[in-house]
């Protein structure tokens, strides 16, 4: 397997060209850390795998000269990885981020390649977390590697990578609020999110929020048998459904009660039928709410239901049951507040289960929502960097429908650090589906600016 750099990128600096000749043992890294199972859910993962990928990365950092390089146990019972690189004296620190646990593969017989097996196809590298966030991690050695082939690393790093970013639970944000001075830094690169387009360099501004419920509704004892007692016995799954129906309108915007949705985004604006295509939206089947997608996506709520406990069709009995339950998640958007959100949410769910059943709703994730201020000065390196690394093109600026809870408690805990967030999941990488995949090319390309932009950010950040 191998990849083809363009001539362009290799002649463009000597950054770039170091950049393009660390490519081919990328790959092979890459390969390494994709082969662990990381998935952070330990009743179907093993911890072992986790724990395999945690070390790697600590092995990688050390190979690099960081000191201080710790596996950190955070309180969700995950390991995070830290260590440090010093710069020279009086420059900035920087602090990169990157995730080693990677969502479940859901179907595998739907993957065309073993999902934990790095596989070179079109062009492409497909693999669980080859975009989402493995390759982030192999992003910022790639710039880190190119600095000291071209005179030395000119800042301070700090590089932490997540163990449970995929759960939601929290682990990273309650061990840095429980060691502030740990990870602060002038400025902070989340390498976790993704280009608009490939070849089009893009930052997010934005982040929604988000919170995780698990809805329970119990109507009877026990189950009964459909015959004798349905249409008089209460069926706590028809009371679910009606409970998951009620959580969106007519044209399936999100109905929460209380929560605005209606917001509008003034930035870049995402096509429909671009959307479709990404989507891969069946023909025939309409786009749900109203607005622009970029309203949808980035700057509104979004309910959805991840998954239900009811008897599947295969061997399901005559039966009205007894008890169902739900994992909703709801996207929090920008401006708007987790918490209270997840107390309108339950509300909402209590007001409209039906017919005196039994509903409780369980939190079992949240996190804040993001905004950056783009005026920064690490904004503009990082808009001069992205002009070396993608010739001819000016960096946009984007919002991302996903949560990246780390980031609000990173801009709590050092508000006058500017946070970036950049990455390897443009559209086609299709993150936490089957068949997710990362762009050489991208890889290649963002590993450069990311060097470019820590050299004028030396500079900048003093």
Request: glycine share 10%.
């Amino acid at each position: 397997m191998s990849p083809n750099p363009s001539a362009e990128s290799a002649a463009a600096n000597p950054l770039a060209e170091s950049v393009a000749s660390l490519i081919p043992h990328a790959q092979e890294e890459l390969a390494e850390l994709v082969a662990f199972r990381s998935v952070a859910d330990f009743e179907l993962f093993p911890r072992s795998e986790s724990e395999g990928a945690a070390r790697w990365v600590a092995d990688a950092l050390r190979a690099e000269g960081f000191e201080d390089v710790a596996l950190l146990d955070t309180p969700d019972g995950t390991q995070s990885v830290y260590g440090r690189l010093a710069g020279p004296e009086g420059a900035p620190t920087v602090l990169l981020y990157a995730h080693y646990d990677v969502q479940p593969p859901l179907d595998e017989e739907a993957w065309r390649t073993p999902p934990f097996e790095l596989t070179e196809r079109d062009g492409r590298w497909y693999g669980r977390g080859a975009a989402d966030c493995k390759g982030g991690a192999l992003m910022h050695l790639l710039a880190l590697r190119a600095l000291k082939a071209n005179g030395g690393v000119p800042v301070t790093v700090k590089f932490i990578a997540e163990g449970s970013e995929e759960q939601g639970t929290g682990g990273l944000e309650r061990y840095a609020e429980e060691h502030p001075e740990l990870l602060r830094a002038d400025t902070i690169v989340i390498g976790d999110s993704g280009n608009f387009r490939v070849g089009l360099p893009t930052v997010t501004t934005t982040l929604r929020g988000m919170t995780m419920v698990r809805v329970s509704v119990d109507t009877l004892a026990g189950n009964l048998h459909s015959g004798q007692f349905g249409g008089a016995a209460p069926d706590a799954l028809a009371a679910l459904v009606r409970v998951l129906d009620s959580l969106r309108a007519e044209d399936g915007s999100t109905a929460v009660d209380g929560l605005a949705a209606d917001a509008e985004w003034d930035g870049l604006q995402y096509a429909e039928a671009d959307f479709r295509a990404d989507a891969k939206v069946l023909d025939g089947v309409d786009l749900i709410g109203s607005g622009t997608v970029s309203d949808r996506i980035w700057a509104r709520p979004a309910v959805t239901v991840l998954g239900i406990d009811c008897p599947p069709v295969s061997g399901a009995t005559p039966s009205v049951q007894a008890a169902a339950r739900a994992l909703v998640s709801l996207r929090v958007a920008p401006g708007q507040d987790a918490v209270k959100a997840t107390e309108l949410l339950t509300a909402h769910i209590e007001r409209h289960t039906p017919w005196g059943a039994r509903v409780t709703v369980e939190q079992v994730g949240q996190g804040q929502p993001f905004r950056a201020d783009t005026t920064s000065p690490a904004y503009g390196a990082m808009a001069r960097a992205m002009a070396v690394a993608y010739p001819g093109e000016e960096m946009q600026y984007a919002g991302q429908g996903g949560s990246i809870p780390l980031c609000n408690t990173l801009a709590g805990l050092y508000p006058e650090a500017e946070i970036l967030l950049i990455g390897l999941s443009e559209p086609e990488a299709q993150i936490h589906a089957p068949n997710e995949s990362v762009s050489p090319r991208e890889l290649e390309r963002l590993a450069v600016a990311e060097a470019v932009f820590l050299t004028e950010y030396a500079t900048d950040g003093r």
